[in-house]
């Protein structure tokens, strides 16, 4: 995720051993601490910048810039300066493999999107550290206040057009059965999910069948479309952070991007229709239950942050609002109508 500086570059000289917007918006994007395994091994730490800059082909050896991005949840990003010309470097987290399993998964997948224009290219990989090194993008992060100004509606369902008619990504991606292996995380650990969350997951359970009954082909998805993963340079706009990525029902992309924006019933029929080209009651019925399916999962994502994150970001916080906004429509009147809607009248209460 693209961030603001927290701290002032330091100029060095790599030993010779051998991108993007800064932004300050609040995000959900990344992981960290706790030991994580890579191919069987146990990884006692995550590489600082510095074993990063000691070991990368395009800093070694080079007077290099670097600064540490915000915005981060588990994840490490720097900027690093090579003369005239910035990356982005991004350095997982140790616990990062509790909900992100497959970084190999994310470094295909950002190849991909960038192979469609939509994305920053990956110009190199540590792969024994999953440490990606990026294109720097200069321009504006977008937050849940600026993300619909001005003409970005059908700008961002024209990026989402082409991100999901490009190349197929490594793996599909459903939250609803994300989110039960998240359960099940929490069910190890003993780690507290949502109070009321376990009651009601049979309607939840019934909404994710009602999705896949009209179900559509899959086509490669973001599937965390938090405002903040997304930057505008004035002339076009950006994906970034692809670990959640897979190919899902198109309509997942533009659900999560109203709900994490929290956008209005207006908003979100500009949207389905920008992208689809009619905003009929059926789409508009899934849009509603992928919605409600995201909020439950992200609610559970973040009570497993808010146990093994070492970062002081008020996880706590996170809960509450994905929850409060998952249980109201998992409680409300409305679910069985968006379920017999988007099921063609084969799924309600």
Request: hydrophobic share 40%; aromatic share 6%.
């Amino acid at each position: 995720m693209a961030a603001t500086h927290l701290t002032n570059g330091a100029n060095r000289t790599a030993p010779d051993i051998g991108s993007w917007n800064q932004r300050t918006a609040l995000s959900r994007t990344g992981k960290q601490h706790e030991p994580a395994t890579r191919r069987g091994w146990l990884m006692a730490h995550s590489p600082t910048i510095d074993d990063v800059i000691e070991r990368s082909r395009l800093f070694r050896g080079r007077d290099v810039a670097t600064s540490l991005l915000s915005g981060g949840h588990v994840n490490a990003a720097y900027v690093v300066r090579v003369g005239e010309t910035r990356y982005v470097v991004r350095i997982p987290g140790l616990s990062s493999g509790l909900l992100v399993p497959d970084r190999e998964n994310e470094r295909h997948d950002t190849a991909a999107a960038a192979a469609s224009g939509v994305s920053p290219r990956v110009v190199e990989y540590l792969d024994d550290w999953q440490v990606m090194v990026l294109e720097y993008v200069e321009g504006e992060t977008l937050t849940d206040a600026t993300v619909t100004l001005e003409n970005r509606i059908p700008r961002l369902a024209g990026m989402l057009r082409t991100l999901h008619a490009g190349p197929r990504f490594r793996q599909d991606f459903d939250m609803f059965r994300t989110l039960e292996r998240w359960l099940r995380i929490c069910d190890e650990r003993e780690i507290a999910v949502p109070q009321g969350l376990p009651e009601r997951m049979d309607r939840l359970r019934l909404a994710a069948r009602a999705l896949a009954v009209l179900a559509t082909d899959p086509v490669p998805s973001h599937n965390d479309l938090s405002s903040d993963n997304i930057i505008d340079d004035g002339r076009r706009l950006w994906l970034i952070d692809f670990e959640y990525s897979g190919n899902n029902d198109p309509c997942y992309d533009i659900a999560d991007l109203a709900s994490q924006a929290s956008l209005d019933d207006d908003r979100r029929a500009m949207l389905c229709e920008a992208y689809f080209g009619v905003a009929d009651p059926e789409l508009l019925a899934r849009m509603r239950l992928h919605s409600t399916i995201a909020d439950v999962g992200w609610a559970v994502w973040a009570s497993i942050q808010l146990r093994v994150s070492p970062r002081d970001i008020d996880f706590a916080r996170y809960v509450k609002a994905y929850w409060d906004q998952g249980r109201a429509m998992l409680d409300s009147a409305e679910l069985s109508r968006l379920m017999h809607t988007a099921s063609g009248g084969r799924v309600s209460d």
